[in-house]
């Protein structure tokens, strides 16, 4: 287990928390603030145990450049109405003005920094670009869980010049990710979607050593529908993985894993098509038409595994949820998924936006603010910027 934030004297030091305020913003405000909450445990209880808290965070990508419509400034002003206390705002990440308002700044008193990638030496995770950071504060947190896959100087070259810990929020997605992969209760089911299988590969690979039941559904089923000889029209298909969705198959056969595909889908001869679309079995969409979400009766299938589980993974759409067409399939599974009782994590960016869609958030165990992050754990691998930080002793 990683050393976490308890374990480290924090009163009175000066501490750099890595966050991930990578918030979705409007016109200089921000639109939703999820990401900011989940993160309010970590910044007040380094507030309760006065520390002077000093946020370092990215948005969007500028790439090394300063990109005012990428500045945190709108962030300090949200957060300062979440926590009710000023929150001082740098107008660079390591130079003459973070300087000072970091000499200036008193224990239990906060500081967000100006966006990290603005720096070039960031995504680079220059040598020296982490030095300048670690000169900053006596300790560095990780919390910024959703950038955790990323190994750059914010995340990962400044962790090693500093004593360090993980933050609430990582602790959190990390103990609900090992529950579901390392202890899972039994029947253990896992929901795939969403467009890009290529993405998903490994993830396919190391679910298949731990799940019951795999059920893979949205744009990425319909490789896996050519691959069984099926008729896919003109959904979406990634020719280069028909081989390896193949193997999927005889894996999972050998493994005893039930993998369950889609049996009907609702399809349209284009994406943007205002006619109403039309329901066709699963390997026999018509040439003009493309699958855009798992059909009623597909459903009904997946209903009736979600109800046997007692663990619950699900990462990826079922179908092209954001328009309300083809939001039923993604829809259905979400509430069987909301309304079981068993452990359920639900990751990736999409999916979660899906949930908060349904209004479905409250009944959902783990929903993690991770994309990439939580891929790469379902992976089974470890993620560089949490490898970094030392041990529990
Ligand atoms: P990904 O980033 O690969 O997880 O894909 C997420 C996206 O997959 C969402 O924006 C969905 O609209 C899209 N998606 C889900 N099902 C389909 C489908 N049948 N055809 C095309 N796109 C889909």
């Known amino acids: 287990m990683k050393r976490?934030?308890?374990?480290?004297?924090?009163?009175?030091?000066?501490?750099?928390?890595?966050?991930?305020?990578?918030?979705?913003?409007?016109?200089?405000q921000v639109t939703s603030d999820a990401r900011i909450v989940s993160l309010l445990p970590t910044i007040n209880y380094l507030l309760e145990q006065n520390a002077k808290v000093i946020l370092c965070s990215h948005l969007g990508r500028?790439?090394?450049?300063?990109?005012?419509?990428?500045?945190?400034?709108?962030?300090?002003?949200?957060?300062?109405?979440?926590?009710?206390?000023?929150?001082?705002?740098?107008?660079?990440?390591?130079?003459?003005?973070?300087?000072?308002?970091?000499?200036?700044?008193?224990?239990?008193?906060?500081?967000?920094l100006e966006n990290v990638r603005f720096n070039a030496g960031e995504e680079s995770n220059d040598a020296e670009?982490?030095?300048?950071?670690?000169?900053?504060?006596?300790?560095?947190?990780?919390?910024?869980?959703?950038?955790?896959?990323?190994?750059?100087?914010?995340?990962?070259?400044?962790?090693?010049?500093?004593?360090?810990?993980?933050?609430?929020?990582?602790i959190k997605e990390l103990e609900s990710i090992s529950e579901v992969l390392e202890n899972p209760k039994r029947p253990f089911v896992a929901i795939l979607g969403g467009a890009k299988i290529e993405d998903k590969l490994a993830v396919i690979d190391n679910l298949l050593n731990k799940v019951d039941?795999?059920?893979?559904g949205g744009g990425m089923s319909y490789t896996f529908t050519k691959a069984l000889g099926g008729k896919v029209g003109k959904s979406i298909v990634d020719d280069k993985q028909i081989e390896y969705c193949y193997n999927v198959i005889k894996n999972a056969v050998n493994k005893g894993v039930k993998l369950l595909f889609p049996v009907d889908d609702v399809c349209n001869t284009a994406f943007d098509s205002v006619?109403?679309?039309?329901?066709?079995?699963?390997?026999?969409?018509?040439?003009?038409?493309?699958?855009?979400?798992?059909?009623?009766?597909?459903?009904?299938?997946?209903?009736?595994?979600?109800?046997?589980?007692?663990?619950i993974m699900w990462?990826?759409?079922?179908?092209?949820?954001?328009?309300?067409?083809?939001?039923?399939?993604?829809?259905?599974?979400?509430?069987?998924?909301?309304?079981?009782?068993?452990f359920s994590v639900v990751g990736?960016?999409?999916?979660?936006?899906?949930?908060?869609?349904?209004?479905?958030?409250?009944?959902?165990?783990?929903?993690?603010?991770?994309?990439?992050?939580?891929?790469?754990?379902?992976?089974?691998?470890e993620l560089p910027a949490i490898a970094v930080i030392e041990d529990e002793k």
């Open 315 to 342: 990462n990826g759409p079922l179908g092209v949820f954001e328009n309300a067409y083809y939001e039923s399939g993604t829809k259905g599974v979400a509430k069987a998924v909301a309304k079981s009782k068993a």
């Open 275 to 311: 006619d109403a679309p039309k329901v066709f079995a699963s390997g026999q969409t018509p040439d003009e038409y493309m699958a855009l979400d798992i059909g009623p009766k597909t459903v009904k299938l997946f209903k009736k595994q979600i109800k046997r589980a007692k663990t």
């Open 62 to 112: 500028p790439k090394g450049k300063i990109v005012l419509e990428y500045s945190l400034e709108p962030v300090a002003a949200h957060l300062s109405k979440l926590l009710e206390k000023e929150v001082m705002f740098a107008k660079d990440t390591v130079g003459e003005d973070a300087a000072k308002k970091v000499k200036a700044l008193k224990a239990g008193q906060v500081l967000l």
């Open 348 to 381: 990736g960016g999409d999916t979660v936006s899906a949930i908060e869609k349904f209004d479905l958030v409250k009944h959902i165990d783990h929903l993690s603010t991770g994309g990439g992050a939580s891929l790469m754990l379902l992976e089974g691998k």
């Open 4 to 28: 976490k934030l308890t374990s480290l004297d924090v009163t009175n030091k000066r501490i750099l928390l890595r966050v991930d305020f990578n918030v979705p913003m409007k016109n200089g």
């Open 129 to 170: 670009f982490s030095k300048q950071l670690s000169k900053l504060a006596d300790v560095y947190i990780n919390d910024a869980f959703a950038t955790s896959h990323r190994e750059e100087a914010s995340m990962h070259g400044v962790a090693k010049l500093l004593p360090n810990a993980v933050g609430f929020l990582v």
């Open 213 to 216: 039941t795999l059920i893979i």
